[in-house]
């Protein structure tokens, strides 16, 4: 079974420039997640997607960050202008999706993630 | 407001040894603790989770152990192998809210990781 996908891998801007980080889930996961992690800190949710629409997005910077997921597969995450403090990797994750009454662990499945580095 | 805590940035330990890695956590309404093994130039991978309403689950070489009372659980590699550097992250699940349509989601909250070095 094919897992997540994220491209580019590796990106490097000047700030306040624009950049844009793809990803494709597992086949079948209804639930998508961008993580941010700067180095030396664990992942920080950005933004969680059930199917196509948003269900958490608190700490998303909405100011400079968005984020879409269209047909409730694919996702993209954009910066706009990026600043320095963006330097991180930026992590997709899927997962089924989690229901009160089904319960379960919540297991997410990351892609290899997108090395973000702002001049 | 750091929910879940991993007080030690790195552990060093001789192949064969047991690691312990330490996890805290303030919020009592979390499910699941979940353990994720990180290694660089990749995303984190699921380890072992433990439910909220059981004090220890096994898996081969690890183990982890909750402690509800005082709110900490606890990595146990034994015995440790070279292959097992990694960065270690905490995590812990609980019920995140309902969605415009009325489904309700889970949230997953992340500690800051502990570096595990193990020594041939």
């Known amino acids: 079974e094919a897992g997540v996908a994220q491209s580019p891998r590796y990106k490097i801007i000047e700030k306040r420039q624009s950049v844009a980080f793809w990803c494709n889930p597992i086949?079948?996961?209804?639930?998508l997640y961008w993580y941010q992690q700067i180095l030396g800190q664990g992942p920080k949710l950005l933004i969680q997607?059930?199917?196509?629409?948003?269900?958490?997005d608190s700490q998303l910077p909405k100011d400079r960050f968005s984020a879409e997921r269209l047909k409730g597969v694919d996702s993209t995450l954009k910066i706009q202008p990026a600043k320095l403090e963006d330097s991180a990797v930026y992590l997709c994750?899927?997962?089924?999706?989690?229901?009160?009454?089904?319960?379960?662990?919540?297991?997410?499945?990351f892609g290899e993630g997108s090395r973000l580095t702002v001049l | 407001d750091q929910q879940v805590k991993q007080n030690s940035p790195s552990l060093s330990v001789q192949e064969g040894r047991i690691s312990i890695l330490n996890c805290d956590y303030t919020?009592?309404?979390?499910?699941?603790f979940l353990w994720y093994k990180k290694y660089p130039a990749e995303g984190p991978t699921f380890l072992i989770s433990i439910s909220s309403i059981k004090d220890k689950n096994e898996d081969g070489r690890f183990t982890v152990f909750l402690n509800k009372s005082a709110k900490h659980l606890s990595l146990h590699i034994v015995p440790s192998q070279p292959g097992d550097s990694a960065v270690y992250f905490c995590?812990?699940?609980?019920?995140?809210?309902?969605?415009?349509?009325?489904?309700?989601?889970?949230?997953?909250?992340f500690g800051q990781g502990t570096i595990l070095t193990v020594h041939p």
């Open positions: 994750a899927s997962s089924l999706v989690w229901s009160w009454r089904r319960g379960g662990t919540g297991e997410l499945f």
């Open positions: 995590a812990a699940f609980s019920f995140g809210g309902f969605n415009a349509g009325g489904t309700s989601y889970g949230k997953l909250t």
């Open positions: 919020n009592s309404m979390f499910d699941y």
């Open positions: 997607f059930q199917n196509n629409g948003v269900v958490d």
């Open positions: 086949s079948g996961h209804a639930t």
